[in-house]
């Protein structure tokens, strides 16, 4: 079935630094990915929807600058946490839509921890 | 009024018995509808999709969708231990202009399956 790698699984940054989480389609073409954050005991919420080859598409209250999105292929999608702070500290999980059987498949999460 | 609601639980149920989970969505256009199931610290996973009014089943599961009153079922025949795990309703609603085929989540059903 399809498949979305993504990397790293786990990552432990200070604060003020930056972070970068990458989501690749194994076997498939992703035109549209979907980038997700996940507080503990918390729901998914949509951060930003990424369309290959065009400006992302940000959720009201993401901060575009701090959340940096780029789908430069059909295969990758990136979103990098800028100047992370202990708040940006979470689960993220991108997603892709497929389009033949129009259902969508998830990444394994990346946890973040920002100390 | 959220999008997606879900009742929080935690939903209990013995050992082979049949728990049902519940979600009701606001947006009269939405067209299609999933359940995910997440366990701790893991992405979610696709349990069942489902478009039309009516059941749809697929194993020991039961999707029922009620577009009229807009609300959308999980039916679980045989509950395993191994089910125990939160339960995410999703809702695609493309009846919006800016959908853009996003998933809007609700907060979960947590599941414990008593052996």
């Known amino acids: 079935g399809a498949v979305v790698s993504q990397h790293p699984s786990r990552v432990i940054c200070k604060s003020g630094t930056s972070v970068k989480i990458e989501c690749r389609s194994l076997d498939f073409q992703a035109t549209t990915m979907f980038w997700y954050r996940q507080f503990p005991k918390q729901s998914l919420m949509l951060m930003a929807t990424s369309n290959e080859g065009s400006k992302a598409t940000y959720e009201q209250g993401v901060e575009k600058d701090k959340f940096l999105i780029n789908h430069a292929s059909l295969t990758l999608s990136t979103l990098t946490v800028t100047s992370a702070h202990p708040e940006d500290s979470s689960f993220y999980i991108c997603?892709?839509?497929?389009?033949?059987?129009?259902?969508?498949?998830f990444g394994s999460g990346t946890r973040l921890t920002v100390v | 009024q959220k999008e997606v609601e879900q009742n929080s639980g935690p939903l209990s149920v013995p050992e082979g018995a049949i728990a049902s989970l519940n979600c009701t969505y606001s947006d009269r256009g939405s067209q299609s509808f999933f359940w995910y199931r997440q366990y701790s610290g893991k992405s979610p996973e696709l349990i069942m999709s489902?478009?039309?009014?009516g059941d749809k089943e697929d194993g020991r599961f039961t999707a029922q969708l009620n577009k009229a009153s807009q609300y959308v079922s999980l039916l679980i025949r045989d509950s395993q231990p191994s089910d125990s795990a939160t339960y995410l309703c999703a809702v695609n609603p493309r009846g919006r202009m800016d959908s853009s085929y996003k998933l809007i989540f609700g907060s979960g059903t947590r599941l414990l399956v008593r052996p």
């Open positions: 489902i478009y039309s009014n």
């Open positions: 997603s892709a839509r497929l389009q033949e059987h129009y259902g969508y498949t």
